[in-house]
C-alpha cells in the first residue's frame, strides 16, 4: 500500500526556517518524481515545488523560489523540504504528492502537515 | 497559465448530473487533470489527461476538452460525491490549480 506521511509542520516566527519530511513507502520510491503542495486555510492549492527520481532535477513556485529548497534521500525514502526566511503568506497545510508519470500530476498524496508563520 | 473554474460553487441533489467547467488562460493541449477533496482530506485524483479515470475511481466520473476548456461531469451523484473539486494544468511549470468548485447539496 502506497503511504506518505508528512511531518515537521509547527509554529514559527517570520524569517525564521523549517524542515518538513514526507516518509513514503509502498512503492519505489527512487523510481517516482514528487512534488510538494500547499493549501492555505480556507484556500485552494498551489503547487510550491518537484524534484525528479533522482534528485538531479527540481522547480519551485515563483513564491518560493530562493528561499525553499526540496531535495530527497533515496536510500531513507524520505522527500524532504527546506524553508527559510519564512513569511505570513507561507501558513499552510503542506501535503507530499507522488508524481506517477514525472508529468506533473499527483496519485497519492501525504495527510499534509500544517506550517503556521505568526509573530 | 491561470485556470479558471465555473461554477464556484453547485448545488444539485443526488441523482442529478453536473458538469463543472475549467478554463485555462492558452492552450494546454489535454494537459488537464481533476482531483477531488473532502474537508480535512487531502486531494483524490479522479481524472489525469482530460479523460483518462485513475484506478479506482467511479465510472460516473467523465472528463472532456482540449486546448483551452474542459469538464468534468459526474453522473447520478452520489451522497460521497459532495466534495471541492480542483483542475490542474501540467503542461508547463508551474503547475497550477484552479480555485475550485464546491459541490453542495441541495
Not at chain 1, 19 to 45: D, E, I, N
Request: glycine letters at 12%; a neutral charge; hydrophobic letters at 30%.
Amino acid at each position: 500500500e502506497v503511504q506518505m506521511v508528512e511531518s515537521g509542520g509547527g509554529w514559527v516566527q517570520p524569517g525564521g526556517s523549517l524542515r518538513l519530511s514526507c516518509a513514503a513507502s509502498g512503492f519505489t520510491f527512487t523510481h517516482y518524481a514528487m512534488s510538494w503542495v500547499r493549501q492555505a486555510p480556507g484556500k485552494g492549492l498551489e503547487w510550491v515545488s518537484h524534484i525528479s527520481g533522482s534528485g538531479g532535477s527540481t522547480y519551485y513556485a515563483d513564491s518560493v523560489t530562493g528561499r525553499f529548497t526540496v531535495f530527497r534521500d533515496n536510500t531513507k525514502n524520505t522527500l524532504y523540504l527546506e524553508m527559510n526566511s519564512l513569511r505570513a503568506d507561507d501558513t499552510a497545510v503542506y501535503y507530499c504528492a507522488k508524481d506517477p508519470m514525472g508529468w506533473g500530476y499527483f496519485d497519492y498524496w501525504g495527510q499534509g502537515t500544517l506550517v503556521t508563520v505568526s509573530s | 497559465i491561470q485556470m479558471t473554474q465555473s461554477p464556484s460553487s453547485l448545488s444539485a441533489s443526488v441523482g442529478d448530473r453536473v458538469t463543472i467547467t475549467c478554463r485555462a488562460s492558452q492552450s494546454i493541449s489535454r494537459s488537464l487533470n481533476w482531483y477531488q477533496q473532502k474537508p480535512g482530506k487531502a486531494p483524490n485524483l479522479l481524472i489525469y489527461t482530460t479523460s483518462s479515470l485513475q484506478g479506482g475511481v467511479p465510472s460516473r466520473f467523465s472528463g472532456s476538452g482540449s486546448g483551452t476548456d474542459f469538464t468534468l461531469t459526474i453522473s447520478d451523484l452520489q451522497p460521497e460525491d459532495f466534495a471541492v473539486y480542483y483542475c490542474q494544468q501540467n503542461y508547463n511549470n508551474p503547475y497550477t490549480f484552479g480555485q475550485g468548485t464546491k459541490l453542495e447539496i441541495k
